[in-house]
């Protein structure tokens, strides 16, 4: 039986990977009496005079839903908002075993980004913060902008940013092995949407100056005629010399490729056509951009892919569980760049010089501690740049 078949068979056995269990025993008239009626009252009309003590005398300081239309599910696509909740319950799985954070799906059945939105902000005031996944690009960027902008609590799309930040404490180690700056280096990246974008604006931030985005029409350049508004703006900071050409040509003498596209789109002779002490992050699954076995054969120095299959799994399983946990504890508005970077600083840190080699850039995704770190990353940023419930 393969992976597939066996993880069907699972999701039959299991019937669902979450559950809500009591925080509290019902099992006397006096418990009764404290933690539903008539007691309960007393709580109600505090929250009611102050708002703000929801957080205190409910889950809510603690409670994140994982939010999707099911639009972009996976690798799969528009499969719809039901049949994207086993990804929502596994994810609100890890919240739970790696940042103790309670997490449950939320699946909307609606398209229309002003309804997603509304939808929402009317149920905000459930939650502590909100986790967006598996929304289709260009949509996804206006839901997270507008909610960050209308709500105060932290609001994270995981597919523009968790990636970001797990593939930056990748690059962060791995240039270390082949002594390379961000500053020098040439990247790559091939997948112009929600993943390939954020990763794009997120080394920049990380100082990568020479950037080359690729779609499926080629590099992307400033006045590309079938750019979307998305694209646009990224053309604006990338490509400085605003060349045209396909990924071949832009691949000619990178330093880095980062994948985050679709299979075997990239061939032995691009990866031939590379700098020395060349690095690819093919994250397509479950298929990747180049086979690794392929990827190495043709001269690739260090190869991260998205799949536990193979060396140097880069997943953002690493970074949402510690991200909101430090971002709770530290009872914060918003998370900014600087809690994005403390992250990815934070996993970077979480493997020692002595153990970093080429096939281990990254710590596992079931590593506690690394977890751990980017709780406490996170949490002091938080606190440092200000942006906290007063």
Known sequence: MNIKEESLKCHYNWRGKIEIKPRVEVDTCEKLSLAYTPGVAEACMEIHNHPEKSFELTRRWNTVPVITD???VLGLGDIGPEAGMPVMEGKAALFKTFGDVDAYPLCIRSKDTEEIIKTIKLLAGSWGGINLEDISAPRCFEIETRLKEELDIPVFHDDQHGTAIVTAAALINA???VNKEMSEIKVVINGAGAAGISICRFLIKFGVTNALICDRQGIIYRGAPWLNPSQAKIAEITNKDNIEGSLSEAMKGADVFIGVSGPNCVTQDMVRSMADKSILFTLANPIPEIDPKLAKEAGAYIIGTGSSQYPNQINNVLVFPGLFRGAIDA??????DEMMKAASIGIASC??????????ILPFAYDKKAHKCVSEKVKEAAIQTGVIKK
């Open 70 to 72: 099911g639009t972009a």
């Open 175 to 177: 240039l270390k092995i």
């Open 331 to 336: 009872k914060a508005t918003t998370i900014n």
């Open 351 to 360: 493997v020692s010089s002595e153990e970093l080699r080429r096939e281990y």
